[in-house]
């Protein structure tokens, strides 16, 4: 059992804990709840004892693994499937101990170490990183590529196979769908309802917790409560404690009312006195219940636009690439007001681009774009919280972006977007990427759009803004295209599914949970199949680069060679007296040979950087 005992902790001046309860079972999956700040996080901390409490205990069975997603990891040369494999320490221990004991010649050791290696499994270790690796969203060819190459996003998928791959009785995972397509996490949740350890998972994505938890720990109040359930359960149980402690409160409040009337009329009357002074000290000791403060902290609106063309814009035979080569091809798609579209598909298949060319970012390969004379379009994407002037705070950004507004407007809308007192005022550099994420969104009203292109614009925002962002797209009256792993929120405000894949856009005609269905019934045949084919892939970019790679290590050897021919024919001319000493003719045939060396020199190092250049771009092509 894994079990808190009142715990307390401070961080900041500011208190996160006191009194903190909660006892879990083994094999329970826990969704750790509460609004950004609440200290979920932190808690994590406190599990891997990194932070220590100030107060209470925290205790785990013994001999219990524990395995977590890093949040952050330094950049390592280490190859993507050789980095997911280290998360299986034990098994990178053995093998360490079975090469020493194979150079020591030692066979008792070795057949020892090989017993020890099939018990970790270790001759299946290499398809099961490959099988995570695949689910989500890694292709063969990206396994022999360094972890450093890749970008931010997809490092935070790289942790997250580590993670999994390493063997654990506790598993905490910090928002491990924030950077995760739709596919990739519907393979996590049949992955993590496999999984038989304890789970803790702090996430913001509803239909991923109700699909993997039955047990919701919700942080309040600098305490926790622990609710059986999933997390619509969870939901629906509190609400039920928030009514039964509303009207607690009400009733309390009435009997508090009644006392008070009573003391205030008899307390100067000799015969009611005692009652009077009784009713007092019951009002003293009565316990006060808190009134119910149940509603968001979140009003935001999308105004619909006075005016809007019919239809907004169409794509007509469009070709949508980079650089002329087209990653979709033949799209023909109209989008009218008030259309409702979700975009699906697998990391890879096209979804950015197909939104880049919606929006004007990526001019077509071929055909064309027709767009109405009212059809503005919103864009939101990851990359734009980086537009932000981080020296700006949110109330200057929206003067700037809303010249000649008065200021209790300003503050006003912005306090709709969570953006209220001090943080109004913080420059950008220091808001949490939730934050951001929340100003980009409500600069992009400003101007009324009548399409709204909205790319991933859940990541990092807690379930209150969520679930008032579904509310505002509701209610609006234009267009929507949206990408989306969140399926509650697609679920919500979408009734067209547009496929990306194999090159092209299609209806899909059945609903989300049909989508899911079809994608989760299809992932275990293809993990099968990547499996069977992850080494072949492997090794036939292997044998493509082969000729290249040939080259280049004859190019290094004739480098070293003809380096140190050169440094021997330089030495005497390098030595004052020697050099003084050597004949004439000698001195010339010294000089000639050093400049024939050094161009040589010159030429095979231009051929090396030719050939090493060629083998990193077929390396990118792969990837």
Known sequence: MLKLTDIALQRGGRTLFDGLECSLHAGNKCAIVGRNGIGKSTLFGLLLGSLQPERGSISLPAGWRVSHMAQHVDATDRPALEFVLDGHEELRAVEAALRVAEAEDDPLRVAHLHGRFADLDGYSASAQAAAILHGLGFASTDFERPYAHF???????????????????????????????????????????????TLLVIAHDRAFLDEVTDHTLHLSDESGTLYRGNYSSFERQRAEALLLRQAA??????????????????????????????????????EEVAPVYADSPYQVRFPTPARMSSPLLNFDQVDAGYDAVPVLSGINRGILPGARIGVLGANGAGKSTLLKTLVGALQPCAGAIVRGANAEIGYFAQHQLE?????????????????????????????GWGFSGDLAERPCAVLSGGEKARLALALLTLNEPAVLVLDEPTN?????????????????????????????????????????????????????????????????????HDRRTARQDGAA???????????????????????????????PLADVDVYNALAPAELDRLLAESGRLRKRLEAIEAEWFEAQEALEAGSRSDA
């Open 151 to 197: 970008s931010g996003g997809w490092r935070i998928r790289l942790n997250l196979a580590q993670a999994l791959m390493r063997p654990a009785d506790l598993l905490l995972l910090d928002e491990p769908t924030n950077h995760l397509d739709l596919d990739a996490t519907l393979w996590l949740e049949s992955w993590l309802k496999r999984f038989v350890g």
């Open 249 to 286: 409160f009400d009733r309390q409040q009435l009997a508090r009312r009644h006392m008070e009337a009573f003391v205030a009329r008899f307390r100067a009357k000799a015969s009611k006195a005692r009652q009077a002074q009784s009713r007092l000290k019951a009002l003293e000791r009565m």
């Open 387 to 415: 537009t932000l002037d981080p020296a700006l705070t949110a109330f200057e950004q929206l003067q700037e972006a809303r010249p000649g507004a008065r200021e209790q407007w300003c503050r006003d809308y912005l306090g």
């Open 460 to 528: 990092h925002l807690d379930l209150d803004m969520r679930e008032a962002l579904a509310l505002a797209l509701q209610d609006f009256g234009g267009a929507l295209v949206l990408v989306s792993h969140d399926r509650s929120l697609l679920a919500r405000v979408v009734d067209e599914l547009w496929v990306v894949q194999d090159g092209r856009v299609a209806s899909f005609e059945g609903d989300l949970s049909s989508y899911a269905t079809t994608r989760i019934a299809a992932a275990p045949r293809a993990a099968a």
């Open 541 to 571: 970019a292997r044998q493509r680069e082969k000729p290249l790679r040939d080259r280049v290590r004859r190019l290094e050897d004739e480098l070293e060679r003809v380096t140190a021919k050169l440094t021997e024919v330089e030495r």
